[in-house]
């Protein structure tokens, strides 16, 4: 049976991973490696029948359990509590509180307007007024907005009043934004970007959390009409009450019945007597000057269970329905979420990949190649035939691959023995194919063919691009990674691999923290989810 994913799990899950993340830094990548390949083998895999192409945010579920339960015994005696434990008791806690003092709410409301001093009946005019017609006319608003929030999406956006406030709240946010940046460094500038785009980038996450509100504001829409309810039937069982009616229109008793009956429409197939005939309601009809001495109780008491249908039909089942509605949207949302983002995958690769040590315990890793693809220049027609599309992945299912694009002023200096089992750290296959990219006289499209044809044929793994750390990016770069994402797809994996400045006698260094940060800030921006910036070595 497929488990789906529940805010919890999403919480705790990138709890963990921001956990991961410092420790990597402090500790470099290997620690990680390790810690994530004993936990497959030990606590994962024994209970898998096979793990053959399991997806990655399943083996990440069964990594969050035993990542849980550590956690657990290592905080245990210091009361801290997981995100998503702190979440899920919010949650039940809002819930029935809401619940409650909607039902509250709705039984002293209820209770105030029926109560009754013997000496002239409740109004049916103020009871359908209160908890019938006022609770359609919020649900009437609800829909409106929501109705609007679709054409929006639309047509909205040509109508002149959209377009006039659309352009005034355009002009007022750059002018917020001048006057802010004029008092930032640009590394401020820069963060502050990096946190607008981060918002954006998490879209998903933020609808994990509108629909539970949505859901809040139905259940306590339940209890005030439970509490209504409640309060009328209270009032029926335990003590003698009348209903009457009476307006000021000179409505006749035949025009009252029409509307009894077009009010009753929801029910009246399946409970005819729940609504009063034309007899009743001329005899509960309420004259100013006569009193009530003339009214027969029979007539009087006959208004209670229509009133109680009213409210289960107007105001308790649209709530019942609009929760389910919400219930589902969340589910919705919860599949949304972008669980194939890069490092999930990361994590799947570090579960999953092979480890050698000096006993011996485990082996299998292939010999590391880069096959160069074929280069294709300006002068140039034919493709250069000393370059092979062979390689040890040419076999596998379905022939996917890994691309990693290197700069031309980069490309002679890389050894690709030394290069290729760095990036098996984090592709987890030894087959990637290499491009020259920024070959003087060679058009980057030109450059980036076997790409785009790897990815129209659905056989693009993911997309590598080394870069030294050391220069900032510039905007040309957020323009070719933006064509890069086009040319892959949402799904395909970008991973940026930073270098250091090269020594004399290794060019795969290590990257300056400041670099990173800068390098991971700037990139973000764009909202990717599937980018990464990851250093080729760690410190």
């Given at each position: ?383 250069n035939a000393a370059a092979s599309w062979s390689d040890p992945g040419e076999g596998t299912e379905e022939g996917r691959r890994w691309f990693i694009l290197i700069p031309d002023e980069l490309y002679a200096d ?30 980057d499209e030109t450059s980036l063919i076997p790409l785009a044809e790897s990815a129209g044929k659905a056989q693009l793994e993911g997309i590598l691009f080394l870069q030294e750390a050391w220069q900032p990016p ?25 270098i250091g400045k090269p020594s004399a006698r290794n060019i795969f260094t290590p990257v300056n923290a400041e670099h990173l940060d800068i390098w991971k800030k700037k990139m973000h921006m764009d909202g990717d ?11």
């Open positions: 049976m497929k488990k789906t994913w529940n805010i919890k799990d999403i919480m705790d899950l990138h709890f963990f991973m921001q956990i991961d993340e410092d420790q990597r830094r402090r500790e470099g990548e290997d620690t990680l490696v390790k810690r994530d390949r004993r936990i497959y083998l030990a606590k994962i895999k024994p209970r898998l029948d096979t793990t053959d192409d399991m997806p990655a945010h399943q083996l990440a579920r069964h990594w969050l359990a035993v990542r849980r339960l550590q956690y657990a015994r290592e905080k245990s005696q210091a009361g801290e509590p997981l995100p998503g434990s702190v979440w899920g008791e919010f949650a039940v806690v809002c819930q029935w509180l809401i619940f409650f003092v909607g039902l509250l709410v709705g039984g002293g409301l209820a209770g105030s307007l029926l109560f009754y001093s013997g000496t002239a009946p409740v109004n049916v005019s103020a009871f359908i007024g209160l908890f019938v017609l006022l609770q359609l006319l919020v649900l009437g608003l609800q829909g409106l907005f929501f109705l609007l929030r679709k054409v929006r999406r639309t047509s909205l956006e040509s109508s002149a009043v959209y377009s006039l406030l659309g352009r005034l709240l355009i002009q007022g946010v750059d002018w917020l934004r001048h006057r802010l940046q004029r008092k930032m460094s640009g590394r401020q500038r820069l963060e502050l970007a990096s946190f607008f785009a981060a918002g954006g980038q998490r879209r998903e996450y933020t609808a994990l959390l509108v629909w539970p509100a949505f859901i809040f504001a139905q259940l306590g829409g339940i209890g005030f009409n439970l509490g209504v309810l409640v309060a009328t039937l209270s009032r029926v069982v335990f003590s003698d009450i009348a209903f009457g009616w009476q307006s000021s229109l000179q409505l006749s008793a035949e025009a009252v019945v029409r509307l009894v009956q077009v009010i009753a429409l929801p029910w009246s197939w399946l409970l005819p007597a729940a609504s009063p005939g034309l007899e009743q309601i001329r005899g509960s009809q309420m004259v100013l000057k006569e009193g009530m001495y003339h009214l027969a109780t029979g007539d009087l008491v006959s208004w209670w269970p229509f009133l109680c249908c009213a409210v289960v039909a107007y105001g308790l089942m649209p709530r019942v329905a609009l929760l389910g509605l919400g219930v589902a949207k969340s589910r919705r949302a919860l599949e949304r979420v972008p669980l194939t983002a890069t490092w999930l995958r990361r994590l799947a690769r570090r579960m999953l990949t092979p480890l050698v040590d000096a006993g011996g315990l485990e082996t299998g890793r292939q010999t590391p190649a880069i096959v160069s693809a074929p280069d294709r220049t300006m002068d140039q027609g034919t493709w890389c050894p690709p023995a030394t290069l290729a089992a760095l990036l098996q750290r984090h592709t987890g296959t030894p087959a990637i194919r290499s491009l020259r990219y920024g070959v003087p006289g060679v058009a510039l905007r040309e770069t957020v323009t070719l990674f933006r064509h890069l994402r086009r040319i892959g797809g949402d799904d395909v994996p970008i991973l940026i691999l930073l989810p599937n980018l990464d910036i990851l250093p080729l070595v760690q410190a």
